[in-house]
């Protein structure tokens, strides 16, 4: 079961979303919210897998309530406007509905949170990233990753069949992987340790690519595989 929470300011809204709860089994509503301030309570308090959050709202934000949580749980977003889809994907939420929501949309929302709560528990590599590329929001899973480099202010991800553009910072990249599965070798580069091939005090050996291990790296490297 999964156990969730409702916060949106709006009344009607917020019954539909109760309604639609109500009439999904794996579902369990915890409590229905109008505004940030209770929603924070109720998640410092109570045990939450997921949320249905509003983004307008007086006061503070959901957005802004996103940016408070030390932890967050799984997160569908609700809006009435459509100027927030692409913002959405920076906190990698689940889905993004547009009001007004139908059951059938609902529905389909609540199954890709289905399928990534099922992911708590497996190995990280199991687990989801969202990039934003050029023109489309892409999701990958971590263990398709083989190396990441930098092109100029975009990142290329290269996978076993397709290389994506995607915007962001290594920096920003990095954040975002599990770090006992990844390693920056170099200023360009970010690997995906089990992808490794082999390696020397140069180079490393990566899905058919030789790439260079930066000398304030190798340290680092050099330790987290033991050698």
């Given amino acids: 079961m999964i156990r969730c929470l409702i916060v949106d300011?709006?009344?009607?809204?917020?019954?539909?979303?109760?309604?639609?709860?109500?009439?999904?089994?794996?579902?369990?509503?915890?409590?229905?919210?109008?505004?940030?301030?209770?929603?924070?309570?109720?998640?410092?308090?109570?045990?939450?897998?997921?949320?249905?959050?509003?983004?307008?709202?007086?006061?503070?934000?959901?957005?802004?309530?996103?940016?408070?949580?030390?932890?967050?749980?799984?997160?569908?977003?609700?809006?009435?406007?459509?100027?927030?889809?692409?913002?959405?994907?920076?906190?990698?939420?689940?889905?993004?509905?547009?009001?007004?929501?139908?059951?059938?949309?609902?529905?389909?929302?609540?199954?890709?949170?289905?399928?990534?709560?099922?992911f708590k528990g497996n190995s990280p590599l199991d687990k989801t990233i969202l990039l934003k590329a050029t023109n489309k929001i892409v999701k990958l899973i971590f263990r398709d990753i083989i190396y990441i480099e930098a092109k100029g202010d975009y990142l290329q991800v290269h996978t076993a069949d397709k290389k994506i553009l995607v915007h962001g910072t290594m920096s920003e990249m990095l954040s975002k992987l599990p770090p006992a599965e990844f390693s920056r070798i170099h200023r360009s580069y970010i690997v995906r340790d089990g992808a490794i091939e082999k390696f020397d005090k140069f180079l490393v050996h990566i899905g058919g690519a030789e790439l260079p291990l930066g000398e304030s790296y190798k340290k680092a490297f050099f330790l987290k595989i033991n050698i």
């Fill in 9 to 118: 300011d709006e009344n009607i809204s917020r019954k539909f979303l109760e309604h639609f709860v109500g009439q999904t089994t794996p579902l369990i509503l915890v409590k229905s919210c109008n505004n940030s301030e209770e929603a924070a309570k109720v998640l410092s308090e109570e045990k939450v897998d997921l949320v249905f959050l509003d983004i307008e709202m007086p006061g503070k934000s959901g957005l802004e309530l996103l940016d408070q949580l030390e932890v967050t749980p799984l997160i569908i977003l609700v809006s009435s406007q459509e100027k927030y889809a692409l913002k959405s994907f920076d906190y990698e939420v689940v889905d993004y509905l547009l009001k007004p929501i139908t059951f059938q949309r609902f529905e389909k929302a609540v199954l890709k949170a289905q399928r990534q709560f099922s």
